[in-house]
């Protein structure tokens, strides 16, 4: 394993078992979905200034055969490992802002550490937007820890839906075609195709979540026919994907598996709408 790879895993295994102290310290199962939503807040944060405007570069040596997938896995153990974990840490245990400022300081001496070991690098980005975007990201928090305390209903509860469903949507979208290679997208807005296709599957796996919402919120009395209408389009969106020369499928199981993923994935959707609007589990003895 690469010198890279362990100080990526390591931080990923710290973050794994800080998020595993603060449930068994809370005994509430609503920490995990306040870590999910938090995650899906990052995934949209990092859509905008890492897919699209490139803001710096990770180094884990994780993925060989792509530099820029490889950067992608340095961006989620990032963005849905250390920093939600953290968020979670921070609500759940109702840190005040003295311990706040201190775990800012410590990510920033944690991101200058990995710039001077050189396996992670700024494009334009610099340490002080880290520790601007976190005075906001970890009161967000607390917020929607306070959100999920409660049943939800209306906007809330679709957008509380939306950070929660949109990790797993986008995860499983990626994680294959960095590591199996059955897919990419050709749009010509960047040089390399593994950017037009981490870009293009932030726009796909977010315009996916929307839908998922939005019919697992009709109240329809034949529930199978969602589950239908749900494979059809993602099988139709990929089918006009290829006739227009985005999409590049490479593997027979390609279609199946984003068809066979959608009805998973609304599966999934409905599940967490009914925790929402019930409101968290009780606390285990």
Not at 43 to 63: D, G, R, W
Not at 140 to 149: D, I, P, R, T
Not at 235 to 251: D, E, F
Request: charged share 10%.
């Amino acid at each position: 394993m690469d010198f890279n790879s362990y100080w990526y895993l390591g931080l990923g295994i710290l973050s794994i078992l800080l998020l595993i102290y603060v449930c068994i310290k809370t005994r509430s199962s609503r920490n995990l979905l306040l870590f999910v939503t938090m995650v899906g807040l990052g995934y949209i944060i990092e859509a905008v200034i890492y897919n699209f405007a490139h803001s710096y570069h990770y180094y884990p040596k994780l993925i060989k055969h792509d530099s820029f997938y490889d950067s992608n896995m340095g961006a989620i153990a990032s963005n849905a490992l250390t920093l939600p974990a953290i968020a979670t840490h921070i609500a759940a245990l109702r840190k005040n802002w003295t311990t706040i400022f201190l775990l800012i300081g410590l990510i920033a001496g944690i991101e200058w550490t990995f710039l001077k070991l050189n396996i992670y690098s700024h494009n334009w980005w610099k340490i002080g937007f880290t520790s601007l975007g976190l005075l906001v990201y970890f009161p967000l928090a607390k917020v929607f820890h306070q959100l999920l305390s409660n049943p939800l209903n209306g906007f809330l509860h679709s957008l509380l839906l939306f950070l929660i469903v949109g990790p797993f949507s986008g995860s499983f979208h990626i994680i294959p075609i960095m590591f199996l290679s059955n897919r990419y997208y050709e749009l010509g807005w960047f040089a390399h195709h593994s950017q037009d296709t981490t870009a293009f599957s932030a726009i796909f796996y977010l315009s996916a979540s929307l839908f998922y919402i939005w019919i697992a919120k009709r109240h329809w009395k034949l529930r199978w026919l969602k589950y239908v209408l749900t494979s059809l389009l993602i099988y139709c969106v990929n089918i006009l994907l290829q006739k227009a020369g985005i999409l590049h499928s490479l593997v027979w199981w390609d279609l199946w598996y984003y068809v066979i993923l959608s009805v998973i994935l609304l599966k999934l959707t409905l599940f967490f709408s009914k925790i929402l609007s019930n409101g968290p589990p009780p606390k285990k003895a």
